[in-house]
């Protein structure tokens, strides 16, 4: 009779022996789609969010290098190394820009300012008596000018307004008008908090007039553009200095801010952020940079990919779980298979003897064997493409809530614990920016996308026949070595 008849009449025969290998291996399958699957899925949900996050590259002023050439400097002067920075030509900002992977670019420039003919928003601790005697210390580069000033604005200048920090990661938002575009550069328009707004009866459309804090015959005449509002609180400090209060921040294009600071600050900007269009290219971006002609002993590259490394960090612990699913089911699926077909041939000793004793071939026998398992193996790859989606979607986000859960709670801890552990950061201040802008991603991938594809199907399949041959195979080697004679002497 031919074997592979003699396969099917021998399923038949044993329904119940056939029946529980069929749930084992259906149940190994399941296992291995749901792992495969897994695996798909958060490799396209890291790609994505690859491609949408990005990743950025800050180019500024080695501070570090900076201040050990001022320390340098002034070894042998009795005065104290002040620090002083060293802007950034448009030239070598454009350099850069100009390279493959990036995106998007923005300038950075901030300065001081004192209102003239409007009220800015006094901090809660200041009064009238205070603010003529109050000095607040002024951003942008005019603390190394001598000393304190007095400053009631903070000036940011960027190239537009919509890559700056706060606009971009949704603290600040446009609520009339306009923001700062590419092409206001070298005009003097404004961008002004909505309280400020309110506080002076201002709108879109009026101008203002402001003055540097560091050179007070140095006036700009501003037109409003556009007002915003922020969900910023501001920092413990902004209740002592009014250019720190988060309603007293405008928005101006570049030029106008450096403007403010003065001719030496002509054609040049503070910083450069470069968004790459995909953080996986960041490194490649920066070792082309630094072949550029911008001196990199005064300026360096600083990579900011948390946003995506937070988001895609629980992520590949999933995809690394599933492939960890994937090489323990399989090998413990390979052995119990293994086992539970050894056990059913070494039963059917005597049948193998009998064969070999009229003259049916070793490998016909062998073959019976195979055929048994593979057509299990077949409908049991069938059974897991039917029932393997659901259980890889509901164990998938289920092992991804965990990991991001366990996430979460790691950041805040150390976001309370502070850089070093040394405590947690004051209230709204740099800490809790930081903690605020690692919870975001948590909640931006919440679930996996899990659907089985053919190319899983046919990975399962082609794990499903290696572990039904390797499981047959082995135990039937060890009996066909036998002569049909010993078999059945020993059967008797």
């Not at 599933?322 to 059913?344: D, E």
């Not at 976001?415 to 809790?432: I, K, L």
């Not at 060890?478 to 008797?492: A, F, M, V, Y």
Request: proline share 3%; glycine share 8%.
């Amino acid at each position: 009779m031919n074997f592979l008849k003699r396969a099917f009449w021998s399923m038949k025969a044993k329904k119940g022996k056939t029946l529980l290998q069929l749930v084992i291996f259906t149940v190994i399958c399941v296992f291995v789609l749901s792992g495969l699957t897994i695996q798909s899925a958060a490799k396209a949900s890291s790609e994505l969010a690859r491609q949408e996050l990005g990743g950025s590259v800050t180019l500024q002023v080695d501070r570090e290098a900076a201040m050990e050439k001022q320390q340098s400097e002034q070894s042998e002067s009795d005065g104290p190394p002040q620090f002083t920075s060293t802007p950034i030509s448009l030239d070598d900002a454009e350099s850069i820009a100009a390279l493959d992977h990036v995106k998007s670019y923005n300038y950075s420039v901030s300065a001081s300012a004192n209102a003239e003919d409007f009220d800015n928003i006094e901090s809660s601790t200041s009064t009238d008596d205070s603010s003529d005697t109050e000095s607040d210390q002024a951003p942008g580069g005019d603390q190394g000018r001598g000393g304190m000033v007095q400053a009631d604005l903070t000036v940011n200048g960027t190239l537009t307004s919509d890559e700056a920090e706060s606009f971009s990661d949704g603290e600040a938002e446009i609520v009339d008008g306009r923001g700062i575009e590419e092409s206001d550069a070298g005009s003097n328009v404004a961008v002004i908090e909505q309280t400020l707004a309110e506080e002076n009866d201002l709108e879109v459309g009026d101008t203002i007039n402001i003055s540097s804090a560091s050179d007070e015959d140095t006036t700009q005449e501003l037109e409003i553009v556009g007002i915003y509002g922020t969900s910023s609180a501001g920092s413990d400090q902004a209740m002592n200095f009014s250019f720190l209060n988060p309603y007293n921040t405008i928005y101006v294009p570049y030029t106008a801010a450096n403007t403010l600071k003065g001719e030496d600050y002509t054609d040049t900007v503070e910083s450069v952020t470069y968004q790459m269009d995909d953080a996986e290219n960041i490194d490649a971006f920066i070792a082309a940079a630094e072949k550029t002609d911008v001196d990199f002993d005064v300026y360096q590259l600083d990579a900011n990919d948390d946003l995506y490394q937070q988001m895609v960090g629980p992520i590949e612990n999933v995809a690394s779980f599933a492939k960890n699913i994937v090489y323990l089911v399989t090998i413990a699926g390979a052995v119990i298979l293994a086992l539970i077909v050894m056990l059913s041939i070494r039963e059917r000793k005597y049948e193998m003897g009998v064969l070999m004793a009229i003259g049916e071939k070793k490998w016909k026998l062998a073959g019976q064997f195979i055929t048994e398992i593979v057509v299990i193996a077949i409908v049991a790859v069938g059974l897991s493409s039917i029932f393997g989606n659901p259980i890889a979607n509901v164990l998938g986000n289920q092992l991804l809530d965990q990991q991001t859960t366990a996430s979460a709670e790691t950041t805040t801890t150390s976001m309370q614990q502070g850089p070093g552990g040394g405590g947690p950061m004051g209230g709204g201040g740099p800490g809790q920016a930081v903690s605020d802008a690692f919870s975001q991603p948590s909640e931006a991938i919440s679930s996996l996308n899990i659907n089985v594809t053919w190319e899983n199907i046919l990975i399962l399949g082609g794990i499903g026949l290696a572990v039904a041959i390797i499981a047959a195979l082995i135990p039937s080697i060890s009996i066909l070595r036998l002569q049909p004679k010993n078999i059945l002497t020993k059967q008797e």
